[in-house]
Each structure stands twice: as structure tokens, then as C-alpha cells.
């Protein structure tokens, strides 16, 4: 298999990230020659490392948070501007896994554990050659609280969906999760 046959196996397969494994396996070559192909994909200019041990072959912010660290979704401000419900751009892409929590100042994304009963309320979301995957206005909304930010804007909610989903903070019953549960109480009666 030649180098550009290889990138559009890449491109087709709908992952903007891999790692050197997935690249042996979307490319049915040992895990040797696979870290060799990823060195003459990114020299080539066809995929670029966004840490150590992955390529990318696409640029999309929501689809390189949620699969460089896997697994995780996109939450908080990021997915309300994602869905139009804030009109101010964050500053960095801010995601939630049951892994444990890290920053990636260089890419501008931010992953904050969750316990894993509170891994729920997102979405696969198409994007471009790939995906990414979103929460729900009130899961981000949720998540918000959690993470210790205080949402002003929340009128778009749904509010039977936010009480139902505080219940699996309810019974998760940490000093966070109760404060998600007081929050809920106060804007949903």
C-alpha cells in the first residue's frame, strides 16, 4: 500500500485520531511499520502530532478533544456554544471522562473527571471526515455546576430533564454532586 493510499484509509475509516495501534489496525500492517508510516505521514504534511503517540489527520477542535483522550465528551461552555446557546466563543474546549483530569494548554483543551455513574447525557455528533461527541444543554449545564462554574444563562433548559438527570448526582451524594442537586432545587423548584 502506497503513503497516499494510507491517508485516504485514514480519512475514509471517520476517526480524526490515532494511535499507533489504531493505525496498525486501520491499516492491517504490523505496530512497527505503523509508527514508521505515522512519521512519513506527518513529514508529508498529511497528519500532524497533537501529543506524543497520536497522529490527526483532521483539524477539528471537538473532534481532537473527544478522541485524544477516550473516553470523553465535550461539556460546559464548549458544547453550549457548540449548540448556539452562548454566543461567546471559550477560550478552551473543556471536557468530561472517567479518566483522570489533564490540560492541554498547547491545543486549548481541558479534561475534568467525572465519576463514572455521572458519564452520560452526550451525543456522537458528525463533524466533517469524523465525529465528536457532545453533551446535552443540560447535561453541560450540570456539568457546569459540578466543575464549580455558576451558569447565569439557563433558561433554555428543560427542566423536567434536569431534574431526572440530578438524580444520578443525587444518589452519587459527593460534596459536588450535592451542590449540583441544591443548584437544580433552586432554578427547578
Known sequence: MRLYEMREALLRSGRAVFTTRQLSVVLGVPREHAKVYAH???SRGWA?????????????DFALAT???????VTTHAALHFRGLLDQVPREVECATTRLSIRLDRLGIRYRRVHPSLFFGYERVERGI???FV????KALLDAVYFGYSPTEWGFADLDT???MA???ERLGTPRARRVVRWVREVAG
Open 67 to 73: 478522541q485524544l483522550v477516550e473516553p470523553s465528551y
Open 162 to 164: 434536569l431534574r431526572r
Open 135 to 138: 453533551a446535552s444543554p443540560e
Open 167 to 169: 438524580g444520578a448526582y
Open 130 to 132: 469524523s465525529y465528536a
Open 40 to 42: 512519513r505521514l506527518v
Open 48 to 60: 500532524w502530532r497533537p501529543m506524543r503517540g497520536r497522529i490527526a489527520v483532521a483539524d477539528d
